[in-house]
C-alpha cells in the first residue's frame, strides 16, 4: 500500500518529525532573526538545502532519491519514502548539534559538578498539561531563554551542565547498582558511570525506562543518535511519547526465542569439546558383586551435582538402593541438552555408580563394561529424563544391563514434545494438541516434537513400563494427548504429603508479605510477579519478596537467600515461616507435575495465588484449600487492586504449619516390580 | 476441478516464495504451482527449478509481450512485478490450463487448506479480499490503514481468485489489457500498480464475491481489526475464524514497527511472525544478493534510476528510438541531451 500526500496529513508529519532545537542550533541566522524556525523550514529552508532534523539530510536524500526532486524531500521520507524502504542520511550538522546540546556519543568531558542551583533546569515538563492532539514545541520546554533572544555563545538548547542536572534528578542510584552488579563491583559512582558509559552502552537508567525499547518505538530518535533518556526528558515526556511497545511478557519471550536446531547445535558444538575417560574407570560396574540387583536410571544431568526437583528425587532413589543392598548405575549426557539427542555422532555419557561419579565415557565402553558384569538376581530401571540422550544408545545400554521392566517419571512432558513444559514458544500453554496442527508447525518445538515422539514410542514399546506420575493433574494431561506413546501400567505417586504439626502460623503485623519462589524463570512466572511488584511497589498494603539462592538483578523484590539441599531440604519451608509470607506467588505459566514450592508453600502457612495453567500447583491448591486458583493474570491485579487479597493474611487464615513427609521415590515402587 | 496457483516475484523474493510453495505442497499437493519470474538468475546461484518447491517456471520474457524489452524499462520492480500478473492469468484463461486459477503474493503463506474458496467458487467467478472488512476507530488507525486503502486499493491483490470461464476470464482479460498500459505506482493519476485498478472490479464484472472472512489475507494492515488465537486444540483462529493465509508484507523493521503497533500484546501475531523470519532465513540462499534484480541496471551494469525509467515511460519517440533502452544508446542520449546533461 503506498502513502498519498493529503495536506493536512503532511502538515502533521513534518510538524511532529521536525526539530526546532536543531534547526535554531544550527542555523544560527534563524535563531538572530527570531524567525518561526519550522515556518522557515517549511516555506523556504528546504529549498535552500537545509535540514529539518539531526537524522535527515536533505541533500543526501535528494541525491540517493531523485524521483523525491520537485517537492519537500523530508515530505517525501515522512509520507512514503518510509514505507517504500528509502533509508535517510543524517545531517552534516548533527555532531555539531548533538556536541552543543550535551548529548554527543563522542567521549565527553564532564566539567566540574554543578550543584542544581546553579544551573538553569527547565521546568518540569511532565506537569506541564498536553492535548494529545495539539503539537507542542519541544523547544518551547527546554528553551532555556524564554526571550527568544539567546546571547551568540550560547547554544540554545540544553548546556552540558543542565542535561547533567536533569538527568541526576531523574536517575535511579540504587537501581543501577542492582541492575549493573559490574558497577557496584567496581566502587563506581553510579550516575558517573551512566553519564560516562552506560548511557551508551544500553544500561537503564531508571525502573521503567528501558533505552533500546525507547529507541524501537521512537526512529526518530534512534537515527538522531540521541541519548534516548535525555531525549525523553526534554521532550518525549512532554509529547507524550510511548516509552515502548506494550508487547506484553509473552511478546518479548517470543521476540526473544533462540530457533531450536541452534539451541541443538550448540549443544553439539559443546559435547565436542568433551574428551572421553579411560575405560578402566568404568572398573567397579563389571566387578563381582554381591549386590541385591541392579537399578540402572537416566536423567538429564548429574543428579549428585546439581540440585532441583528431579535431582532430589533421584538422590533419594540413590540412597534408597544404597540402603537395600542393590547396585545404581546412573547415566546422563555429558553437556546439557535442550533435546533429546538426534542418532549420529556419538558424544561420551556420564556415569555415576552407587552415588558416586565415574566420568565421561564412550557408549562402547559403557556396553563392554556392563557386558562384563556377571548377571545379577535382578535389573530393573527407571527413565527420569531422556533429554541429552539418544535412544539407540538408551536402549542398548538397557540391553546390555538385562534391564527391560521398570519405571518411566512424568517429570515432565519430553515424552510429548521438545518443548517438555508444553509451553508453545515458551509463551502459553499449549496442552499437547495434534503433532501436525497449525500451533505445533509455527512453534519453536515443533521442528523437534517427532523426534520426541517416535524415540518415546520406541522406548516403551522395547520395554515393559510403567508410566510414574507424581500428580494427577500431570498423569490427566499425558492420558489426554493424542499422541502419546502408550505404557504397560500408569500409577500416580506423590513425592510428598503434608503432615499436620499441631502448629499454627504466627500473625506478622504490618503490611502483607507476597513472596516468589525459587528460580526466577519466565516459566516460573517471573515476569507476572515483577509486574506485579512493580505495580504496587509504593502501596503500604504490601511488601514483595523473592526467596532464592541467588540475588535477581534489578528485581522490584527484596531479596531472602535461600538454598535448598539434600542437607538440608526444608530450608525453604523455614525460610517462608521465618519471614511470616502471607501470600506465596506461584503463577507458573507450564503444567507443574508436581511442585515442591507448592508443599513448601502451604506447609509454612502461606497461601497461594496461582493461574489456571499451573498444572498440579492448582490441583493441589483447589482440593487442598491452599489458595486460590484465579481464571486470569488481570484477576490476579484485581485482587491486590480491590485489596481483596488480604483475606489470604496469616493473621485472617491462621493456617495451621505442617511437616513435609517425603516419599521413597523409585524404591517405593521396585518392590512391585520384581 | 483443476486449480493453478501463481506467484509473481524476482529472485531477491525466491525464499519467501519457497515458504509460500512449501505451504501450499502441504496442504493442495495436486494443485499446480508455477513461479512467475521477471529476472534472471545473479551470477554465482544456480537455479534449479526441479529442486523447488514449484511445479514449473514461466518467465516474464516468454509471456509474449509486445516490445518487451522496451515494455519492461518502463517499469521499476514492484510495477513490473505486479503488472505480469495479468497476462499470465489472461493467457491460463485462454489455455484452459486449469478450472481454478489463484493469485499469491510470494509473502504469504498458508496455515491451513484454502479449499473453502474452491466452493465459493462454485457460486462465483472472482474473488477478491479488501484490505480492512472492519473500519477502524481511532484516528491513528484511520490515516495509518483505511485512508491508505483509499488511496492505493480497496482489495488487496496479494490475492486473486477466479474460474478461469465467464466472468473470471472477462476479468483476466480486461486486467491484461489495463496492466500492459497502465500498471504503474502513480498515485496523483489514479493508478498504483496493478490493485487500484480493481476498485473497478465489483462495478464492471458479474459474480464478484468480496471475502469477509477474517482468516484470509491477514496483515499489518488489518491487524488492529483481527484478533489472533491458538487453542489448545492446536488451530490458529482469526477473530474466531481458522486463518488460512497470513500476508508477511515488509518483513524486516518497518514491518515489525507497524505490527507492534497494531498487535500491542496479541504475542500470538509474533508467533506466527517469528515462525516465518525461521522459515524464510532457511529457504534463503547467501548466492542471491539481498536486493537482487537482473533488470535494475542497465546493460553496462549503471543503475536504472527511477526518473529514467518515467521519461522513457512518458515519451513514444524516445520507446521509437530505443526499442531496448538497457543498452547504451537510451543511456547515451540521458547523458548527452537528457536531463542527465546537467550532471
Known amino acids: ?674 | 476441478m483443476k486449480v493453478l496457483v501463481y506467484s509473481s516475484f524476482t529472485f531477491s523474493y525466491l525464499n519467501r516464495a519457497r515458504v509460500l510453495y512449501q505451504t501450499l505442497r502441504r496442504f493442495h499437493p495436486d494443485w499446480e504451482t508455477v513461479a512467475l519470474i521477471t529476472d534472471e538468475p545473479p551470477p554465482g546461484f544456480v537455479f534449479d527449478p526441479a529442486s523447488e518447491p514449484f511445479d514449473r517456471v514461466v518467465w516474464a520474457k516468454d509471456l509474449g509481450i509486445e516490445a518487451f524489452r522496451g515494455w519492461l524499462f518502463r517499469h521499476d520492480v514492484v510495477e513490473v512485478c505486479t503488472a505480469v500478473k495479468g497476462p499470465f492469468l489472461h493467457q491460463v484463461c485462454e489455455a484452459g490450463e486449469a478450472d481454478i486459477a489463484i493469485y499469491l503474493d510470494p509473502d504469504t503463506a498458508l496455515f491451513a487448506p484454502l479449499d473453502p474458496l474452491v466452493e465459493m467458487l462454485g457460486a462465483s467467478d472472482i474473488l477478491l479480499t479488501p484490505h480492512l472488512i472492519d473500519p477502524n476507530d481511532d484516528r491513528a488507525s484511520i490515516l495509518d490503514n483505511d485512508l491508505s486503502a483509499s488511496r492505493t486499493g480497496i482489495f488487496n491483490l496479494g490475492f486473486v481468485a477466479i474460474r478461469t470461464t465467464g466472468e473470471g476470464a472477462r476479468f483476466a482479460r480486461w486486467w491484461n489489457d489495463r496492466l500492459l498500459a497502465f500498471c504503474y505506482d502513480d498515485i496523483p493519476s489514479g493508478l498504483f500498480v496493478d490493485q487500484k485498478w480493481c476498485d473497478h472490479v465489483p462495478a464492471l464484472f458479474d459474480r464478484v464475491k468480496v471475502v469477509r472472512d477474517p482468516g484470509y489475507n491477514v496483515a499489518s494492515w488489518n491487524l488492529s481489526k483481527r484478533k489472533v488465537a491458538i487453542t489448545r486444540d492446536g488451530e490458529i483462529l482469526v477473530n474466531g475464524a481458522t486463518l488460512r493465509f497470513w500476508h508477511f508484507t515488509k518483513l524486516g523493521p518497518t514491518g515489525d514497527v507497524m505490527t507492534k503497533r497494531y498487535a500491542g500484546d496479541n504475542f500470538e501475531v509474533y508467533e506466527v511472525w517469528r515462525w516465518y523470519k525461521e522459515a524464510v532465513a532457511a529457504a534463503t540462499d547467501p548466492a542471491i544478493p539481498e536486493r537482487w534484480w537482473a533488470h535494475g541496471q542497465f546493460d553496462d551494469g549503471a543503475p536504472i534510476a527511477k526518473p529514467q525509467r518515467v521519461l522513457y515511460r512518458e515519451r513514444t519517440d524516445l520507446q521509437a528510438a530505443f526499442p531496448d533502452p538497457f543498452a547504451g544508446g537510451y543511456q547515451a542520449w540521458w547523458k548527452a541531451e537528457g536531463p542527465g546533461r546537467n550532471g
Open chain 1, 1 to 674: 500500500m503506498g502513502q498519498g500526500d493529503v495536506p493536512e496529513r503532511k502538515r502533521r508529519a513534518l510538524a511532529t518529525a521536525f526539530d526546532p532545537v536543531f534547526y535554531r542550533t544550527v542555523y544560527d541566522d534563524i535563531a538572530r532573526v527570531g524567525a518561526d524556525p519550522f515556518l522557515h523550514y517549511v516555506e523556504t529552508g528546504w529549498r535552500e538545502g537545509r535540514d529539518p532534523a539531526p537524522w535527515f539530510s536533505v541533500s543526501a536524500y535528494l541525491e540517493r532519491y531523485p524521483e523525491a526532486d520537485g517537492g519537500d524531500p523530508f515530505a517525501h521520507y515522512l509520507l512514503r519514502g518510509w514505507s517504500e524502504g528509502c533509508e535517510p542520511s543524517p545531517s552534516r550538522h548533527r555532531e555539531r548539534f548533538l556536541e552543543r546540546i550535551g548529548a554527543s556519543r563522542k567521549p565527553i568531558t564532564i566539567a566540574p559538578v554543578s550543584t542544581p542551583s546553579e544551573v538553569e533546569i527547565p521546568e518540569p515538563v511532565a506537569s506541564v498539561h498536553v492535548d494529545p492532539d495539539v503539537h507542542v514545541e519541544p523547544d518551547l520546554l527546554v528553551d532555556p531563554d524564554p526571550q527568544g533572544e539567546p546571547a551568540p555563545d550560547l547554544p540554545p538548547g540544553l548546556t552540558l551542565e543542565a542535561a547533567r542536572a536533569l538527568i541526576a534528578a531523574d536517575f535511579d542510584p540504587a537501581f543501577y547498582l542492582s541492575a549493573n552488579p559490574d558497577v557496584a563491583a567496581a566502587g563506581q559512582d553510579p550516575l558517573e558511570h551512566y553519564l560516562l558509559a552506560g548511557r551508551w552502552e544500553g544500561r537503564d537508567p531508571r525502573p521503567g525506562f528501558k533505552a533500546a525499547d525507547y529507541l524501537e518505538v521512537n526512529p526518530d530518535v534512534a537515527a538522531s543518535g540521541m541519548d534516548p533518556f535525555l531525549h525523553w526528558l526534554v521532550a518525549g515526556r512532554a509529547e507524550r511519547r510511548p516509552l515502548r511497545f506494550e508487547l506484553g511478557f509473552r511478546g518479548r519471550i517470543v521476540a526473544g526465542l533462540v530457533p531450536l536446531q541452534a539451541r541443538m547445535a550448540a549443544a553439539a558444538r559443546a559435547a565436542a569439546g568433551i574428551a572421553a575417560d579411560r575405560p578402566r574407570g568404568l572398573a567397579p560396574l563389571s566387578a563381582a558383586s554381591q549386590a541385591a540387583g541392579l537399578h540402572v536410571t537416566f536423567s538429564h544431568d548429574d543428579f549428585t551435582k546439581r540440585i532441583g526437583g528431579v535431582q532430589l528425587c533421584l538422590q533419594a532413589e540413590s540412597k534408597g538402593l544404597v540402603r537395600r543392598g542393590i547396585d545404581h548405575l546412573h547415566v546422563f549426557p555429558a553437556v546439557p541438552w535442550p533435546t533429546l539427542r538426534p542418532a549420529g555422532g556419538r558424544v561420551p555419557l556420564g556415569v555415576v555408580w552407587n552415588g558416586r561419579t565415574l566420568g565421561h565415557f564412550a557408549v562402547g565402553d559403557i556396553l563392554k563394561a556392563l557386558g562384563k558384569r556377571r548377571a545379577g538376581p535382578r535389573t530393573t530401571l527407571a527413565v527420569h529424563s531422556l533429554l541429552g540422550h539418544e535412544i539407540g544408545e538408551t536402549l542398548d545400554i538397557l540391553a546390555a544391563a538385562g534391564a527391560r521392566r521398570g519405571l518411566f517419571w512424568l517429570h515432565d512432558f519430553a515424552g510429548l514434545c521438545a518443548g517438555y513444559h508444553l509451553m508453545r514458544d515458551e509463551a502459553r500453554d499449549c496442552g499437547a494438541p495434534p503433532a501436525g496442527s497449525a500451533a505445533c508447525r509455527v512453534c519453536v518445538f515443533g521442528p523437534g516434537r517427532d523426534l520426541h515422539l517416535s524415540a518415546h514410542r520406541r522406548l516403551f514399546e522395547a520395554l515393559d513400563l510403567t508410566l510414574v506420575a507424581p500428580s494427577q493433574a500431570a498423569l490427566d494431561t499425558w492420558s489426554a494427548a493424542p499422541d502419546a506413546p502408550a505404557a504397560t501400567a500408569v500409577q500416580v505417586h506423590p513425592h510428598a504429603r503434608l503432615v499436620p504439626s499441631g502448629r499454627f502460623a504466627e500473625a506478622a503485623e504490618g503490611p502483607l508479605t507476597i513472596a516468589f519462589l525459587g528460580m526466577p524463570s519466565a516459566y516460573k512466572g517471573w515476569p507476572v510477579f515483577t509486574d506485579l511488584a512493580e505495580r504496587f511497589r509504593d502501596d503500604p498494603r504490601y511488601r514483595f519478596v523473592r526467596l532464592g539462592s541467588a540475588a535477581a538483578p534489578g528485581a522490584p523484590a527484596d531479596h531472602i537467600e535461600v538454598s535448598v539441599t539434600a542437607d538440608n531440604p526444608h530450608a525453604m519451608r523455614e525460610a517462608l515461616d521465618s519471614a511470616r509470607v502471607d501470600v506465596a506467588i506461584l503463577w507458573s505459566l507450564c503444567r507443574e507435575t508436581f511442585s515442591f514450592a507448592a508443599y513448601e508453600a502451604a506447609a509454612a502457612g502461606a497461601a497461594i495465588l496461582t493461574g489456571p495453567d499451573s498444572g498440579n500447583i492448582a490441583a493441589f491448591t483447589r482440593t487442598g484449600g491452599h489458595g486460590l486458583v484465579l481464571p486470569d493474570e488481570a484477576s490476579l491485579f484485581a485482587q491486590f487492586e480491590s485489596g481483596a487479597v488480604q483475606s489470604l493474611s496469616r493473621k485472617v487464615r491462621r493456617p495451621e504449619i505442617c511437616e513435609i513427609e517425603y516419599s521413597g521415590m523409585s524404591v517405593d515402587l521396585l518392590e512391585a516390580l520384581s
